[in-house]
């Protein structure tokens, strides 16, 4: 169990139709963030990627993987560092509670967000460091619901539970009062690193916590997951669900990048790069 017998979050029911998302502005944010490079301890998990199965992209950090992980390490201290928008609420407070019923200290270092449901997966860190340039985000539960009056009502009454849920997580950690933690939550809150040890988020700086180019990744490779990462980030601000993203990332992946207007053009055989530089350029109009 956790070193600071931190209470296990309650099993919440996803609501029908439910779609999960990380928020557009860290999502924005985030994806302009170097790769971190990986971790070379095997005691250490790394969450480089949204909370959650990415259909879209085939990435996205799950409970099934945090629980391989913690498998594999056995009963031994673990290490979790984490660069991550958010995105499955669900998810993410099911990896805090395999995290939290590890049986030897957690140590989660912030290098550089901890958004959304990452903040809740922070919270179960029996110690919580954080590299200059880095930052907690909380907020209340987001996503989305499809349905009628009757379900979309259901869902208000059932996303006020998910808010109480991880206000009880956040207060448990920090000792922070609970009005502070709504306040925090209500507001859409960016911690900074000296904000976040303050109110109990973390429990110190460590300026030896930094991004850096991922050596093990090509430099093409590198660039090409970035430019993934800013175009859905531009499509998101753009208001487009993360369905449609995928959906229109998946086309650019397989077209290539878009045609000239000239009707006599030939087809321009970039790769998926190319096409994801240009639908930003588009959207930034």
């Not at 998302?21 to 949204?50: K, M």
């Not at 099911?94 to 919270?123: D, E, F, Q």
């Not at 989305?144 to 009880?168: P, S, Y």
């Not at 093409?220 to 669900?241: C, D, I, M, N, Y």
């Amino acid at each position: 169990m956790s070193l600071r017998n931190l209470p296990e979050a309650p099993a919440l029911q996803r609501p029908q139709n439910f779609s999960w998302d990380a928020p557009s502005d860290v999502l924005a944010q985030w994806a302009d963030t170097p790769h971190a490079a990986a971790a070379t301890s095997e005691n250490t998990i790394t969450i480089f990627d949204v909370i959650g199965e990415d259909y879209w992209s085939g990435g996205g950090f799950t409970a099934k993987r945090a629980a391989a992980a913690l498998r594999s390490i056995g009963e031994q201290d673990v290490t979790v560092q984490i660069n991550s928008p958010g995105g499955d609420m669900f998810e993410g407070i099911a990896i805090y509670n395999l995290l939290r019923a590890h049986p030897a200290k957690v140590t989660v270092n912030v290098m550089g967000y901890a958004a959304s449901a990452a903040s809740i997966i922070a919270m179960a860190g029996d110690e919580i460091n954080m590299g200059l340039g880095s930052f907690i985000m909380v907020h209340n539960a987001w996503g989305m619901v499809i349905g009628n009056q009757h379900d979309l009502r259901k869902a208000a009454d059932a996303f006020t539970g998910f808010d109480a849920a991880l206000a009880d997580i956040y207060e448990a950690r920090t000792g922070a009062k609970r009005k502070t933690i709504e306040a925090l939550m209500d507001a859409e809150t960016f911690l900074s690193p000296s904000e976040a040890v303050k109110n109990g988020f973390a429990d110190k700086i460590d300026e030896g916590l930094k991004l850096s180019d991922a050596a093990q990744n090509s430099a093409k490779t590198g660039e090409s997951v970035r430019a993934r990462r800013q175009v859905e980030a531009a499509l998101a601000k753009a208001g487009f669900s993360r369905s449609q993203r995928g959906e229109m990332l998946a086309e650019l992946n397989h077209s290539g990048a878009r045609r000239d207007a000239s009707p006599n053009a030939t087809r321009d055989a970039g790769e998926f790069i190319a096409a994801t530089r240009q639908a930003i350029d588009i959207f930034k109009i």
